[in-house]
T-cell receptor
Framework: EAGVVQSPRYKIIEKKQPVAFWCNPI?????LYWYLQNLGQGPELLIR????????DSQLPKDRFSAERLKGVDSTLKIQPAELGDSAVYLC??????????FGPGTRLTVL | SQQGEEDPQALSIQEGENATMNCSYK?????LQWYRQNSGRGLVHLIL?????REKHSGRLRVTLDTSKKSSSLLITASRAADTASYFC??????????FGKGTMLLVSP
């Protein structure tokens, strides 16, 4: 069974540029999560989807961050414009009916 | 915001020794989960203990939970070099919601 797939694995951009991350969850997992992980810290939830509905986006900085999961399968997280402080690892995870979360390898973003 | 705290922040032991990591949290939980993260990779789920459980085992892992003290511990017995990683506790509060701590970095030397 394929795990959670994320792309790209690494991204380097200049500040004020837009960037997008893509995630394909495990087949059949209705819940999808985007997390932000800073160096030396644990993951922090940005947004949680139940199928195509964003049910928890309270920690998503909506002035510059947006996300979508149009068909309730794969998802895209976008930052526009990126700031220096956005440099971090962006993790995607999925789960089925509230069980354990399975994480992808993450996208390491560097904003110069 | 992160609610949990792991202790110690870093732990260095020799192969064959046991490693104990502790986790404290602040709010009520449905469950407490432990995850492992190898350098540069995603997190891997290790074990889940529900709020009405006090102890759980999985292979070389032993987790305890004391809801009166709002704390949990993860014991890895007979550690191996491959156990070198960061370990995170995550509080499960409500449906599908996890709040992670800052993690403990474990180094197991051959």
């Amino acid at each position: 069974e394929a795990g959670v797939v994320q792309s790209p694995r690494y991204k380097i951009i200049e500040k004020k540029q837009p960037v997008a991350f893509w995630c394909n969850p495990i087949s059949g997992h209705n819940t999808l999560y985007w997390y932000l992980q800073n160096l030396g810290q644990g993951p922090e939830l940005l947004i949680r989807y139940e199928n195509e509905e964003a049910v928890d986006d309270s920690q998503l900085p909506k002035d510059r961050f947006s996300a979508e999961r149009l068909k309730g399968v794969d998802s895209t997280l976008k930052i526009q414009p990126a700031e220096l402080g956005d440099s971090a690892v962006y993790l995607c995870a999925s789960s089925s009916e509230g069980n354990e979360q399975f994480f992808g390898p993450g996208t390491r973003l560097t904003v110069l | 915001s992160q609610q949990g705290e792991e202790d110690p922040q870093a732990l260095s032991i020799q192969e064959g020794e046991n490693a104990t990591m502790n986790c404290s949290y602040k709010t009520s939980i449905n469950n407490l989960q432990w995850y492992r993260q190898n350098s540069g990779r995603g997190l891997v789920h290790l074990i889940l203990i529900r709020s009405n459980e006090r102890e759980k085992h999985s292979g070389r892992l032993r987790v305890t939970l004391d809801t009166s003290k709002k704390s949990s511990s993860l014991l890895i017995t007979a550690s191996r070099a491959a156990d070198t990683a960061s370990y995170f506790c995550a509080q499960g509060s409500g449906y599908s919601t996890l709040t992670f701590g800052k993690g403990t970095m474990l180094l197991v030397s051959p």
